[in-house]
C-alpha cells in the first residue's frame, strides 16, 4: 500500500504522469471495499483507473491499462509499461585473434545495452526498443596499422564509436585493408523515438483547470511552412508554443553557408535535406517530428461493400541501365596493347587512318616482305641480330615491340665489339712478323768471285720482301673485312626500328588516350545522374500514384493548424509531391557539383560506381521504402561532395612506362653525347695535326739543303693543295658535329620534360609537348645537315683520292722526308763497330740501318702525319654513314663512290711506302761511296762520324 503522498498530479494524457509534492496538499488513497484495489484521489478529484499493489513484485499497476507506476525521483512518477525488458546474449570469438574476427551487430529492433571484452572473446547483449528510429552508419579515425610508431602514441585509442544523444548503438565491427596497412571501427547509431504527447491542464483540489508554465520552453511547439528560400527549402515559423500563455515566435531556417538546420537561439542540426522530415533531425536539444491532432469527425455513413479479393499489380517501374564511356575507336581496349581484348590487326587498322595530328597515327605499321623494305609503311622494320636472325619486323607500335627494338640495338652492339676483338687478335703481330722477315732477309748473303771478280746475292732478301707484301695484304683483308662488318652493323641498324622513335610515338598516343578517356569519364557521370533523377522521380511519382489513389490519409507533413483561410487538408499526394521535390533538388545539387571540374579518373569511376548502385538498389522499390531511399540519398550526396573534390591532376594518368621510357631515353642520349665528344676530340685533334703539318713543311723547306728546288715547289703546291681540300671537308664535318650536337641536348631535354610530367609532375603538357617540338625540329635540322655534309664530303673525298693517287703527292711527301734525312746526324748515332759494319758488310745490313732512319723519317715528317690525318678521315666517313643509316634516311647516295676513293687512298700509302724502300736503297749506295779502302779506307767515314758527333 501507499503511504499518504503528498504530492498532485501536474501533467496526464493517455501514457504519463508526473507528480509534483507540495506540503498541506497530497494524494489519498480511497480502497475498493475489501480487495487490494484502490483509487487515486486529489481533493475531491477523482483520478481515472482502478490500482493494485502487486506485493510479490512491490509495484503499483493500473487494472485497466496493465500500466505500473514507477518513481524515478522525488519530484515525479511515471506511468510506464509493467513489461520487463527482455535482453539476448551474444558471445563470439574463442580464441579471438584480432577486431576484425568479432563483427558485434543486433537485429534491425534492438540495440547494444551489455559489452564486456573477455580472454579470446567479446560478451555483448541487445534489448528490444519498441518504434527504433532511422538508423545512420558512423566510422572511426583510420589507423596505420605499419607505423613504427603505433605503439607509442597509442593510436588504438582514436578508434572511438560515439552515438549522439537520444540514438542508441545497434552494431560495431572492425574493416581492415586487405594487405594489414590499416583499420577502423564501422558502427550504427539508431535514433531512439520519442513518443508524441498532447498537453491538459492539471485539475487543482478546487476542481478548476491550472497550467504548469515550467514544463516547457517557450520555442517547443508546432512549426508549420511559411515561405520558401533561394535554395528552395521551406522556412518554418512557430505556430502554436507549448508553454501556456506564450507567444508563438521560433523559426526553423535552413543555414545554406554552414549546411545545417537551425532553431531560433539553439543548436543547429548538420544535414543539408531539402525537408526536416526527410529524415530524422535532431540536436542534444530538440527533434523534429510529425504532428497530427486526430480532430476526426466520424458520420454514420453505412456499411460499405466488400472489396473484392484480387490484389492490385504494381505498375511496372522504369529500369535504370548504366552505359559506359563512348570512348575514341583508337583508345578502345581492342587497340590498346596489354588490354585482354588486344588485337594489333585492329589497332593499326584504326591508326591508318586518323589524321596526321593524331598522335597514335604514328603508332600504325604494315611489315616488309624483304630486306628492301618492299611493301612496308608506317612505324615497322626488318629484323637482323647479326647471328643469323633475319626476319620481317612487327607491324605497329606496342610496349613488347619497343623493348624487342632496345634489345636487339644492345645486341647488335655487343656483336661489333667481338668483330672488332678478332680483328685486333688477328693483325696484332703483324709487325712483329715484318721485323723478322726484316731480319732474315738482311742476315744471309752470299758471295761469289771467280778468277778475282766477285758477286754478291742475297736471296733471303727477296723471299723477306715477298713476305712483307704478303702480310700487308692479310692486314688489308681484316681491314676490308671488318669494314664490311662495320657496314653490315650500320645497314641492320638503319632497316630495323629506331627504339626512341617507337617509344615517343607509343607514349604520345597514351598520353592522347588518357585526355580522352578523363573527358569521356566526365561525361558518362553527368549523363548518369541525369539519367538516375529522372527516372527516380517518375518512379515516385508511379508508386505514389499506385498506394494512394489521390485519397487524402492522415500522418501528412503540413497539419491542419498550418493551413491558412483554408479548409482543405493537405494529403499523401502532397507530401509524396514535396519528398519528390526534395529529391529532385538534392540530384539537382549533385549534377551541379559534377559539372564545375573534371574528375581524376578514380574520382570519376568511384562517383559512377555509386551512382549506378543508388539507381539500380531503387528502380523497384514500393512506396514503403522512401525514408531509406532518402536518407540513402543523403549518404549519396556526401558521397559526390567528397568525390567533386578530387579534382584531375596533371601527372597522376601517365603511365608508369611513360616514366620508364623518360629514364630509357636518358641513358640512350647520355651514350650518344658520349660518342659525339669522342668526335668532337678527334676533329680537335685533327685540326692540330693539319696546323702542324703546315708548320713543319715551312720549317722544313726552309731549313733543308738537300731538296732541289724543282721537288721543293711540286712538295709545297702538293702541301697547298691537300690542305685546301682538308680544310672544306673539315667544315663539313664540323658543322654537322655541332648540329648533332644541339640535337642531342634538344632530346635530353624532351626525356627530361617527360619525366617531369610523369613522374614529379613539376611540368604541364603544353610545356612537354613544346620540348618535344623543339627535339624533333633540332632532328630534323641535324638531318639537313647531314644530307649536306655527306654530299659535300663525299665528292671531296673522291677529288681528294683522284689528286692524291694520280698526282702522287704522297710520293712527293714521302721523298721530301727521306731527302731531308741528315746524314751526319744518322752518322753520330752509330759507333765504330757498326760504321765498320755498315762498310765492310752486305748492302742488306746497311740497307737495315738506312731503312729503320727512313722510316723514323717518314713517321716524323709530311708522310706521316698526311697518313694520319687521313686515317682520322676515315673513321669520320664511317661515323657519317653510321648517322645516315640510323637517322631512316634511306639508302645512302655515291656510297660506292666514297668507298672506292677509300680504296684509293689507302693504296697510294701502301705503294708510296714501298717506293721510299727503293730510295732508301739508293741512300745506301751513296753513302757506302764515301767507304772507298784503296784510298782512305774506313777510317775517312770515322772521321765524318767523329766531325758530325
Same mark, same amino acid.
Given at each position: 500500500?501507499?503511504?499518504?503522498?503528498?504530492?498532485?498530479?501536474?501533467?496526464?494524457?493517455?501514457?504519463?504522469?508526473?507528480?509534483?509534492?507540495?506540503?498541506?496538499?497530497?494524494?489519498?488513497?480511497?480502497?475498493?471495499?475489501?480487495?487490494?484495489?484502490?483509487?487515486?484521489?486529489?481533493?475531491?478529484?477523482?483520478?481515472?483507473?482502478?490500482?493494485?499493489?502487486?506485493?510479490?513484485?512491490?509495484?503499483?499497476?493500473?487494472?485497466?491499462?496493465?500500466?505500473?507506476?514507477?518513481?524515478?525521483?522525488?519530484?515525479?512518477?511515471?506511468?510506464?509499461?509493467?513489461?520487463?525488458?527482455?535482453?539476448?546474449?551474444?558471445? =563470439?570469438?574463442?580464441?579471438?585473434?584480432?577486431?576484425?574476427?568479432?563483427?558485434?551487430?543486433?537485429?534491425?529492433?534492438?540495440?547494444?545495452?551489455?559489452?564486456?571484452?573477455?580472454?579470446?572473446?567479446?560478451?555483448?547483449?541487445?534489448?528490444?526498443?519498441?518504434?527504433?528510429?532511422?538508423?545512420?552508419?558512423?566510422?572511426?579515425?583510420?589507423?596505420?596499422?605499419?607505423?613504427?610508431?603505433?605503439?607509442?602514441?597509442?593510436?588504438?585509442?582514436?578508434?572511438?564509436?560515439?552515438?549522439?544523444?537520444?540514438?542508441?548503438?545497434?552494431?560495431?565491427?572492425? @574493416?581492415?585493408?586487405?594487405?594489414?596497412?590499416?583499420?577502423?571501427?564501422?558502427?550504427?547509431?539508431?535514433?531512439?523515438?520519442?513518443?508524441?504527447?498532447?498537453?491538459?491542464?492539471?485539475?487543482?483540489?478546487?476542481?478548476?483547470?491550472?497550467?504548469?508554465?515550467?514544463?516547457?520552453?517557450?520555442?517547443?511547439?508546432?512549426?508549420?511552412?511559411?515561405?520558401?528560400?533561394?535554395?528552395?527549402?521551406?522556412?518554418?515559423?512557430?505556430?502554436?508554443?507549448?508553454?501556456?500563455?506564450?507567444?508563438?515566435?521560433?523559426?526553423?531556417?535552413?543555414?545554406?553557408?554552414?549546411?545545417?538546420?537551425?532553431?531560433?537561439?539553439?543548436?543547429?542540426?548538420?544535414?543539408?535535406?531539402?525537408?526536416?522530415?526527410?529524415?530524422?533531425?535532431?540536436?542534444?536539444?530538440?527533434?523534429?517530428?510529425? =504532428?497530427?491532432?486526430?480532430?476526426?469527425?466520424?458520420?454514420?455513413?453505412?456499411?460499405?461493400?466488400?472489396?473484392?479479393?484480387?490484389?492490385?499489380?504494381?505498375?511496372?517501374?522504369?529500369?535504370?541501365?548504366?552505359?559506359?564511356?563512348?570512348?575514341?575507336?583508337?583508345?578502345?581496349?581492342?587497340?590498346?596493347?596489354?588490354?585482354?581484348?588486344?588485337?594489333?590487326?585492329?589497332?593499326?587498322?584504326?591508326?591508318?587512318?586518323?589524321?596526321?595530328?593524331?598522335?597514335?597515327?604514328?603508332?600504325?605499321?604494315?611489315?616488309?616482305?624483304?630486306?628492301?623494305?618492299?611493301?612496308?609503311?608506317?612505324?615497322?622494320?626488318?629484323?637482323?641480330?647479326?647471328?643469323?636472325?633475319? @626476319?620481317?619486323?612487327?607491324?605497329?607500335?606496342?610496349?613488347?615491340?619497343?623493348?624487342?627494338?632496345?634489345?636487339?640495338?644492345?645486341?647488335?652492339?655487343?656483336?661489333?665489339?667481338?668483330?672488332?676483338?678478332?680483328?685486333?687478335?688477328?693483325?696484332?703481330?703483324?709487325?712483329?712478323?715484318?721485323?723478322?722477315?726484316?731480319?732474315?732477309?738482311?742476315?744471309?748473303?752470299?758471295?761469289?768471285?771467280?778468277?778475282?771478280?766477285?758477286?754478291?746475292?742475297?736471296?733471303?732478301?727477296?723471299?723477306?720482301?715477298?713476305?712483307?707484301?704478303?702480310?700487308?695484304?692479310?692486314?688489308?683483308?681484316?681491314?676490308?673485312?671488318?669494314?664490311?662488318?662495320?657496314?653490315?652493323?650500320?645497314?641492320?641498324?638503319?632497316?630495323?626500328?629506331?627504339?626512341?622513335?617507337?617509344?615517343?610515338?607509343?607514349?604520345?598516343?597514351?598520353?592522347?588516350?588518357?585526355?580522352?578517356?578523363?573527358?569521356?569519364?566526365?561525361?558518362?557521370?553527368?549523363?548518369?545522374?541525369?539519367?538516375?533523377?529522372?527516372?527516380?522521380?517518375?518512379?515516385?511519382?508511379?508508386?505514389?500514384?499506385?498506394?494512394?489513389?489521390?485519397?487524402?490519409?492522415?500522418?501528412?507533413?503540413?497539419?491542419?493548424?498550418?493551413?491558412?483561410?483554408?479548409?482543405?487538408?493537405?494529403?499523401?499526394?502532397?507530401?509524396?509531391?514535396?519528398?519528390?521535390?526534395?529529391?529532385?533538388?538534392?540530384?539537382?545539387?549533385?549534377?551541379?557539383?559534377?559539372?564545375?571540374?573534371?574528375?581524376?579518373?578514380?574520382?570519376?569511376?568511384?562517383?559512377?560506381?555509386?551512382?549506378?548502385?543508388?539507381?539500380?538498389?531503387?528502380?523497384?522499390?514500393?512506396?514503403?521504402?522512401?525514408?531509406?531511399?532518402?536518407?540513402?540519398?543523403?549518404?549519396?550526396?556526401?558521397?559526390?561532395?567528397?568525390?567533386?573534390?578530387?579534382?584531375?591532376?596533371?601527372?597522376?594518368?601517365?603511365?608508369?612506362?611513360?616514366?620508364?621510357?623518360?629514364?630509357?631515353?636518358?641513358?640512350?642520349?647520355?651514350?650518344?653525347?658520349?660518342?659525339?665528344?669522342?668526335?668532337?676530340?678527334?676533329?680537335?685533334?685533327?685540326?692540330?695535326?693539319?696546323?702542324?703539318?703546315?708548320?713543319?713543311?715551312?720549317?722544313?723547306?726552309?731549313?733543308?739543303?738537300?731538296?732541289? @728546288?724543282?721537288?721543293?715547289?711540286?712538295?709545297?703546291?702538293?702541301?697547298?693543295?691537300?690542305?685546301?681540300?682538308?680544310?672544306?671537308?673539315?667544315?663539313?664535318?664540323?658543322?654537322?658535329?655541332?648540329?648533332?650536337?644541339?640535337?642531342?641536348?634538344?632530346?635530353?631535354?624532351?626525356?627530361?620534360?617527360?619525366?617531369?610530367?610523369?613522374?614529379?609532375?613539376?611540368?604541364?603538357?603544353?610545356?612537354?609537348?613544346?620540348?618535344?617540338?623543339?627535339?624533333?625540329?633540332?632532328?630534323?635540322?641535324?638531318?639537313?645537315?647531314?644530307?649536306?655534309?655527306?654530299?659535300?664530303?663525299?665528292?671531296?673525298?673522291? @677529288?681528294?683520292?683522284?689528286?692524291?693517287?694520280?698526282?702522287?703527292?704522297?710520293?712527293?711527301?714521302?721523298?721530301?722526308?727521306?731527302?731531308?734525312?741528315?746524314?751526319?746526324?744518322?752518322?753520330?748515332?752509330?759507333?765504330?763497330?757498326?760504321?765498320?759494319?755498315?762498310?765492310?758488310?752486305?748492302?742488306?745490313?746497311?740497307?737495315?740501318?738506312?731503312?729503320?732512319?727512313?722510316?723514323?723519317?717518314?713517321?716524323?715528317?709530311?708522310?706521316?702525319?698526311?697518313?694520319?690525318?687521313?686515317?682520322?678521315?676515315?673513321?669520320?666517313?664511317?661515323?657519317?654513314?653510321?648517322?645516315?643509316?640510323?637517322?631512316?634516311?634511306?639508302?645512302?647516295?655515291?656510297?660506292?663512290?666514297?668507298?672506292?676513293?677509300?680504296?684509293?687512298?689507302?693504296?697510294?700509302?701502301?705503294?708510296?711506302?714501298?717506293?721510299?724502300?727503293?730510295?732508301?736503297?739508293?741512300?745506301?749506295?751513296?753513302?757506302?761511296?764515301?767507304?772507298?779502302?784503296?784510298?782512305?779506307?774506313?777510317?775517312?767515314?770515322?772521321?765524318?762520324?767523329?766531325?758530325?758527333?
Amino acid at each position: 500500500m501507499l503511504p499518504n503522498l503528498h504530492a498532485r498530479f501536474a501533467l496526464f494524457d493517455p501514457v504519463s504522469c508526473h507528480c509534483l509534492i507540495f506540503f498541506g496538499r497530497g494524494v489519498n488513497l480511497a480502497v475498493k471495499g475489501g480487495e487490494n484495489k484502490f483509487h487515486l484521489k486529489s481533493g475531491n478529484h477523482q483520478l481515472p483507473g482502478e490500482w493494485h499493489y502487486d506485493n510479490a513484485k512491490k509495484r503499483i499497476r493500473n487494472l485497466h491499462s496493465n500500466k505500473c507506476l514507477k518513481a524515478h525521483h522525488p519530484h515525479a512518477a511515471l506511468e510506464e509499461t509493467c513489461m520487463e525488458s527482455i535482453e539476448q546474449e551474444w558471445i =563470439v570469438g574463442h580464441g579471438l585473434q584480432g577486431l576484425a574476427d568479432a563483427p558485434i551487430s543486433c537485429t534491425s529492433n534492438q540495440v547494444l545495452s551489455f559489452f564486456e571484452k573477455g580472454h579470446g572473446h567479446i560478451r555483448y547483449k541487445c534489448v528490444h526498443v519498441a518504434a527504433l528510429g532511422s538508423c545512420v552508419p558512423g566510422y572511426s579515425a583510420q589507423v596505420e596499422t605499419k607505423a613504427p610508431e603505433l605503439e607509442d602514441v597509442k593510436a588504438l585509442k582514436r578508434m572511438t564509436a560515439t552515438c549522439p544523444t537520444g540514438h542508441g548503438l545497434r552494431a560495431l565491427e572492425a @574493416e581492415a585493408s586487405d594487405k594489414g596497412a590499416w583499420i577502423r571501427l564501422r558502427y550504427e547509431c539508431c535514433q531512439i523515438n520519442r513518443v508524441p504527447v498532447s498537453l491538459y491542464p492539471y485539475i487543482g483540489g478546487d476542481g478548476q483547470r491550472e497550467f504548469m508554465v515550467d514544463l516547457a520552453d517557450g520555442w517547443e511547439g508546432i512549426y508549420c511552412p511559411s515561405s520558401q528560400d533561394d535554395s528552395g527549402r521551406m522556412q518554418f515559423s512557430q505556430s502554436r508554443s507549448f508553454r501556456p500563455h506564450h507567444n508563438p515566435s521560433g523559426s526553423l531556417q535552413y543555414n545554406k553557408f554552414q549546411g545545417q538546420w537551425c532553431v531560433s537561439g539553439k543548436a543547429c542540426a548538420s544535414s543539408d535535406v531539402v525537408h526536416p522530415l526527410d529524415v530524422a533531425l535532431s540536436t542534444h536539444e530538440w527533434h523534429v517530428v510529425p =504532428v497530427s491532432d486526430f480532430d476526426a469527425v466520424f458520420e454514420a455513413r453505412g456499411v460499405k461493400p466488400l472489396g473484392g479479393n484480387r490484389k492490385r499489380s504494381p505498375p511496372p517501374l522504369i529500369k535504370f541501365g548504366s552505359s559506359d564511356p563512348d570512348y575514341l575507336p583508337e583508345c578502345k581496349d581492342e587497340s590498346h596493347p596489354g588490354a585482354r581484348k588486344f588485337k594489333l590487326a585492329l589497332m593499326n587498322k584504326e591508326a591508318e587512318d586518323l589524321d596526321d595530328e593524331n598522335p597514335c597515327k604514328y603508332v600504325f605499321g604494315k611489315p616488309p616482305k624483304n630486306q628492301q623494305m618492299d611493301e612496308s609503311e608506317g612505324m615497322t622494320g626488318w629484323i637482323d641480330d647479326l647471328s643469323g636472325t633475319t @626476319e620481317p619486323g612487327q607491324g605497329g607500335v606496342t610496349y613488347k615491340s619497343v623493348k624487342e627494338c632496345s634489345d636487339r640495338d644492345i645486341v647488335r652492339e655487343l656483336k661489333l665489339a667481338k668483330w672488332n676483338k678478332e680483328h685486333w687478335d688477328a693483325t696484332k703481330y703483324n709487325w712483329i712478323v715484318e721485323d723478322i722477315l726484316d731480319g732474315i732477309g738482311n742476315s744471309f748473303a752470299l758471295e761469289t768471285a771467280p778468277m778475282g771478280f766477285g758477286v754478291e746475292l742475297n736471296p733471303f732478301g727477296l723471299a723477306a720482301a715477298i713476305g712483307t707484301m704478303a702480310v700487308h695484304g692479310v692486314e688489308f683483308h681484316y681491314d676490308q673485312q671488318i669494314a664490311d662488318r662495320e657496314m653490315h652493323f650500320e645497314q641492320a641498324g638503319h632497316d630495323d626500328c629506331n627504339p626512341i622513335q617507337h617509344g615517343f610515338a607509343r607514349t604520345f598516343c597514351d598520353l592522347h588516350c588518357i585526355r580522352d578517356a578523363v573527358r569521356k569519364g566526365d561525361d558518362a557521370i553527368l549523363r548518369a545522374l541525369e539519367e538516375a533523377v529522372e527516372i527516380v522521380g517518375k518512379n515516385t511519382q508511379l508508386l505514389l500514384e499506385y498506394y494512394v489513389k489521390k485519397q487524402n490519409k492522415a500522418g501528412q507533413i503540413c497539419f491542419q493548424s498550418c493551413a491558412v483561410g483554408e479548409d482543405a487538408k493537405p494529403g499523401l499526394i502532397e507530401n509524396g509531391l514535396e519528398i519528390k521535390h526534395g529529391i529532385a533538388k538534392s540530384m539537382g545539387e549533385m549534377f551541379a557539383m559534377a559539372r564545375e571540374a573534371a574528375l581524376e579518373p578514380r574520382a570519376s569511376v568511384a562517383a559512377t560506381r555509386a551512382i549506378n548502385v543508388f539507381a539500380k538498389r531503387w528502380s523497384g522499390a514500393n512506396v514503403s521504402k522512401i525514408p531509406r531511399l532518402v536518407s540513402e540519398l543523403q549518404d549519396l550526396h556526401g558521397t559526390i561532395a567528397k568525390l567533386s573534390s578530387r579534382k584531375l591532376s596533371r601527372g597522376r594518368e601517365v603511365q608508369r612506362y611513360a616514366v620508364q621510357m623518360a629514364s630509357q631515353m636518358n641513358k640512350y642520349m647520355q651514350a650518344q653525347s658520349h660518342v659525339l665528344g669522342i668526335y668532337h676530340h678527334e676533329s680537335s685533334t685533327s685540326k692540330l695535326l693539319q696546323r702542324r703539318l703546315n708548320r713543319f713543311w715551312r720549317s722544313s723547306v726552309s731549313s733543308s739543303a738537300l731538296l732541289l @728546288e724543282v721537288e721543293e715547289e711540286t712538295a709545297e703546291e702538293d702541301i697547298k693543295e691537300f690542305d685546301s681540300m682538308w680544310w672544306e671537308i673539315r667544315k663539313e664535318l664540323d658543322g654537322y658535329l655541332q648540329a648533332s650536337q644541339e640535337h642531342v641536348r634538344a632530346t635530353q631535354a624532351a626525356a627530361q620534360m617527360l619525366q617531369n610530367y610523369a613522374a614529379k609532375c613539376a611540368a604541364g603538357f603544353s610545356e612537354m609537348k613544346r620540348a618535344y617540338s623543339l627535339s624533333v625540329r633540332a632532328e630534323t635540322h641535324a638531318h639537313k645537315i647531314l644530307k649536306r655534309a655527306w654530299a659535300a664530303v663525299s665528292t671531296g673525298v673522291a @677529288e681528294m683520292a683522284s689528286k692524291v693517287a694520280d698526282g702522287v703527292i704522297l710520293d712527293h711527301l714521302a721523298v721530301h722526308d727521306l731527302h731531308s734525312l741528315n746524314p751526319k746526324a744518322m752518322l753520330s748515332k752509330m759507333n765504330g763497330t757498326e760504321i765498320q759494319v755498315f762498310c765492310d758488310g752486305s748492302i742488306d745490313a746497311a740497307f737495315t740501318v738506312v731503312r729503320k732512319a727512313a722510316a723514323e723519317a717518314m713517321k716524323k715528317g709530311l708522310y706521316g702525319q698526311t697518313h694520319r690525318q687521313l686515317m682520322v678521315l676515315f673513321e669520320e666517313l664511317k661515323m657519317l654513314q653510321s648517322r645516315f643509316l640510323s637517322g631512316g634516311l634511306g639508302p645512302i647516295p655515291d656510297v660506292d663512290l666514297v668507298q672506292d676513293a677509300q680504296t684509293r687512298l689507302q693504296s697510294a700509302l701502301l705503294q708510296s711506302a714501298f717506293g721510299s724502300s727503293k730510295v732508301a736503297k739508293a741512300m745506301v749506295k751513296q753513302l757506302r761511296t764515301k767507304c772507298d779502302v784503296s784510298e782512305r779506307g774506313p777510317k775517312s767515314l770515322l772521321d765524318e762520324s767523329s766531325q758530325a758527333k
